[in-house]
């Protein structure tokens, strides 16, 4: 039998409003999984300040993959709304590929911590905006 996948230990955390979200899911994963803390700063109080406050974020603790670069384990995905055509993305997860297979891991309010195929997120009503490297 295969041992489990890191990510199976965060599947199901729940969602707290103000407490608990995706980001506070990617900065647990980080300090807990991969040993590289981070403190994220206060959230953003729409989607709007989300996408301008993810996208400052992403310059400034991340960067995107490059072209032909492949993701790794650990790496940021930026997601957003499926069809949406403004901003950048307002929702962060985190890669990984149990069993070879790329999922993005993150905190869906209502639902908590989920594990989703990285094809299947629109199914779900996302899309991923871009996968970052860590700085």
């Known amino acids: 039998m295969a041992p489990a996948h890191w990510s199976e230990t965060y599947i199901g955390r729940p969602h707290v409003a103000g407490a608990h979200d995706c980001v506070d899911l990617v900065a647990a994963v ?13 959230r953003a109080g729409s989607i709007r300040a989300r996408d301008a406050q993810l996208g400052a974020l ?39 590929a149990p069993g070879g297979v790329p999922h993005v891991l993150h905190c869906q309010a209502g639902i908590g911590t989920v594990l989703h195929p990285l094809a299947g997120l629109p199914a779900r009503g996302l899309e991923a905006t871009g996968v970052y490297r860590w700085l």
């Open 30 to 42: 980080r300090a807990e999984t991969f040993a590289r803390p981070w403190s994220p700063p206060p």
């Open 58 to 96: 992403a310059g400034e603790h991340a960067r995107p993959l490059r072209p032909g670069e492949t993701p790794e384990e650990g790496d940021g995905v930026l997601m957003r709304i499926a069809g949406r055509k403004r901003g950048l993305g307002h929702h962060v997860g985190v890669w990984c």
